[in-house]
DNA sequence: CGAGAGTCCTGAAGGC
DNA sequence: TGCCTTCAGGACTCTC
């Protein structure tokens, strides 16, 4: 499933391909997702120029304009969402049953949306802003100087819920999906069950370091995932083959060796390890 | 405002 | 083999 990492390579995969291309056709064969796909989405589209894609958070803003015209596709991959580049040469150029979206080029090639749960999104924001209420109220980018221990220490003031559903909250910071959650908690030892509020401001700064490493090292790695992402170029992402907690109850710490431990916060799974995490 | 539950969806996995 | 149930998850949305 995308996390950060991934919509961040997913991101860096497309941006040779499409950078000062014209979009010639928009093809939607399945509005639904998330939210509806727009009507006037491939009509905005086509005849449009890229001009940059930005991430903010998990979220793919694609600067889009056509002389005086200029608007964003803000899109989602959701959790089981994939964007891949496809060449007019390529085999199976034939849609998949879950293949939602093309966008194609003047030069021949194809990005393809491919999201069999749809909790993915694929919008249109007119105007020359990338302003949207999906994405105004997020929280500070992970791996920016803004986000701190400090940042974390004052967004917390006051907060009993638990420090990974704290964590996991666009509004604190963007990013931090179910399996990052878990592991930056392990690699900060702070039990994920503790009271945001009651985290001492040295181990914020810890967990904010730890939110910072797991992260970046999965984006060095060319993202991570678990059963069904797929890269830019087709290939199967890596495998979370490295996790220390995600995913593995009954399992010996990878640090002390006691065995790692699973609950459920907010209707999530957690894992963790009860002698490493405090 | 905060906390917690509900919601969308499909495919994998487990039970019988 | 096949059907039914449960679970997984991002993150918005609703209720209290």
Same mark, same amino acid.
């Given at each position: 499933?995308? %996390?950060? +990492? ?16 014209? /979009? $010639?056709? *928009?093809?939607? &064969? !399945? ?21 940059? /894609? ?8 694609? =600067?889009?304009?056509?002389? =005086? ?18 060449? $007019?040469?390529? %085999? ?7 293949? @939602?979206? =093309?966008?194609?080029? !003047? ?18 924001? $007119?105007?020359?802003?990338?302003? @949207?209420?999906?994405? !105004? ?12 221990? #400090?940042?974390?220490?004052? #967004? ?31 690699? $900060?030892?702070?039990? +994920? ?41 087709? %290939?199967?992402?890596?495998?979370? *083959?490295?996790?220390? *907690?995600? !995913? ?5 710490? &990878? ?12 209707? &999530? ?10």
């Amino acid at each position: 499933m995308p %996390e950060l +990492p991934e919509v961040e390579t997913t991101r860096l995969g497309l941006l040779p391909t499409v950078l000062g291309q014209r /979009i $010639a056709s *928009v093809t939607v &064969r !399945d509005r639904r997702l998330r939210w509806p796909i727009p009507r006037n989405l491939a009509k905005q589209l086509t005849g449009k120029t890229v001009i940059d /894609i930005a991430r903010r958070g998990k979220y793919l803003l694609w =600067d889009c304009r056509l002389d =005086d015209a200029r608007g964003y596709l803000l899109s989602h991959l959701g959790m089981s969402g994939s964007l891949r580049v496809i060449n $007019a040469d390529d %085999e199976n150029l034939l849609p998949q049953k879950h293949d @939602h979206l =093309d966008i194609g080029f !003047d030069s021949g090639v194809t990005i393809r949306y491919t999201d069999p749960r749809r909790f993915g999104a694929m919008l249109w924001i $007119a105007g020359p802003l990338p302003a @949207h209420a999906l994405i !105004d109220a997020l929280g500070p980018e992970p791996l920016s100087g803004e986000f701190g221990g #400090a940042h974390l220490q004052a #967004a917390a003031k006051g907060r009993s819920v638990s420090v990974k559903e704290f964590i996991m909250n666009s509004q604190v910071v963007v990013g931090v999906g179910n399996i990052y959650a878990s592991e930056s908690l392990f690699r $900060a030892g702070i039990h +994920p069950g503790r009271s945001a509020g009651k985290v001492s401001r040295p181990r914020f700064v810890r967990l904010a370091d730890a939110i910072k490493y797991t992260l970046q090292k999965a984006i060095d790695a060319g993202g991570s995932s678990l059963r069904n992402y797929v890269q830019t170029n087709g %290939e199967l992402g890596y495998f979370q *083959v490295n996790a220390c *907690v995600y !995913d593995r109850a009954g399992l010996p710490c &990878r640090v002390c060796q006691t065995l790692i431990r699973t609950f459920r916060q907010g209707q &999530r799974s957690t894992y963790f390890c009860p002698h490493c995490q405090k």
